[in-house]
């Protein structure tokens, strides 16, 4: 019998309560998932995310912006702080804030962020607000490929959500982040185990097909 591949090494960053990063760091107790959470890296001392990777074991760092002189000093030290944990994969699990060139460089290509909209649809810092203020009838949640822009990369995975009459903001994101959680955990397993090809807009799960040239 052989060993199954070790599992990918994913870092997370968060800002808000982390109930993405519970619902994947739990998805990664099953050895099978092929993908585990090794850092956690929040930019508030007081981000819940914070309490549910030291409870699970998973080392943290805080990156405070507050702390820096400027804001490309602050993402330098994040791009530093990511490295030390070695991540194959990094996961904005509600990260609220842009990260600049320092990690892009690094890590593009290679992180993935969860948006609480049908993008393109609705991008940014409230995108159940702005769906509910649309009068969208159905939104939902995106998996995303990070580029320099605001929500604006390649989509990984989607699923919708049913908009009601009644909804407030906090209705439907909580109703939102139930179905995000289970396709963000699902997404970030499918990429660890089978890998991903982007070609143009379109990204599929499966390593590229090997050319004729690199095949020989
Ligand atoms: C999630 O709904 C995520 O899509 C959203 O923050 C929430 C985090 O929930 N992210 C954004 O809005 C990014 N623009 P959590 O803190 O409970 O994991």
Redo the contacts with the bound molecule.
Sequence with gaps: MTNPPPARRVVVL?????????AVIEAAREEAFGARVVGVVTDKDD???LAIAREAGIPTAVVRLEDFESRALWDEAVARTLATFDPELVL?????RLLGAPVLDRFGGRIV????ALLPAY??????RDALAGGAKVTG?SVILVDAGV?TGPIVAQAAVEVLDDDTESTL?AR??EV??VLVARTIGRMAREGWTVTGRSVRFGAPTPTPEEES
């Design positions: 968060a800002s808000g309560t982390g109930s993405i990063l519970r981000a819940g995310a904005l699990a509600g990260f609220m962020n969860t948006h609480p991008p940014g810092a409230h995108g159940v949640c929500d994101h939102i982040k995000e959680q």
